[in-house]
């Protein structure tokens, strides 16, 4: 694998987009953080980059609602989308959540590679199983990050593993983690996953 190196460390905030417009035109590939609120979309970004400030990070949910952009070592751009299925906002306020999210994907920019994540004690959501077909039928690469996996033994998380590829048609090409933004398990071998991918994109 042609491992382009890139230094996670060196991640920096780069724009905060509240509407499609606003999106950066850039040449670099775009990584994008997808999933339910609260899944810990926010805390891996801080785990990539071992920071526990770059991104913010609420026990509430919904706490990201906008898109944030971060600068991955100058090589790619990070995407850390609002979470899809928070229904303690308002009406109003969850609908303009969910448009973000549908219309960042409807928008035609090139996706290089998904983080699609679920918090792995959960049972995946129906939005979790339309995302994922989503990306399926659109081709876009993506990488299926447990998370949250703390909480659960090695023997929980290898029963969860054998209960979603009962939900999900997971392609030969599927790649799924477990990690650990607390404790970092996983990570580094995440971090190996996205360069190998972006590298070769
Ligand atoms: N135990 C444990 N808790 C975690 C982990 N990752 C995130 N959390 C907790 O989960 C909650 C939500 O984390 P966030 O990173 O804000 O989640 P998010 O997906 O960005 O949420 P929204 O922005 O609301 O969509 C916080 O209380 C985190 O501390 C993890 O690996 N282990
Ligand atoms: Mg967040």
């Known amino acids: 694998m042609n491992d382009m190196n890139i230094n996670f ?53 919904g706490k990201t609602r906008e898109i944030i952009y971060f600068d991955l070592d100058g090589k790619a751009l990070v995407a850390d989308l609002p979470g899809y299925g928070y229904s303690a906002a308002s009406k109003e306020v969850t609908a303009k959540f969910s448009d973000l999210c549908d219309n960042y994907f409807r928008c035609g920019r090139k996706i290089s590679l998904v983080l699609f994540l679920m918090d792995i004690r959960r049972t995946p959501s129906e939005e979790d199983i339309g995302m994922l077909e989503y990306l399926n039928n659109a081709g876009i690469p993506y ?12 023997a929980e998380i290898r029963k969860q593993l054998g209960i979603l590829s009962d939900y999900f048609d997971f392609k030969d090409e599927a790649l799924v983690f477990a990690v650990s933004s607390k404790d970092k398990k996983g990570i580094n071998d995440l971090k190996s996953a996205i360069s190998g991918i972006i590298s070769a994109d």
């Open 143 to 154: 990488i299926m990050v447990l998370t949250k996996c703390d909480k659960f033994s090695n």
């Open 9 to 61: 460390n060196n991640m920096k905030y780069k724009i905060t987009c509240a509407d499609v417009k606003g999106l950066p035109v850039t040449d670099l590939p775009e990584i994008v953080i997808s999933g339910r609120s609260n899944a810990g979309k926010s805390s891996l970004i801080n785990a990539l980059a071992s920071s526990n400030k770059l991104a913010r990070v609420s026990s509430k949910p």
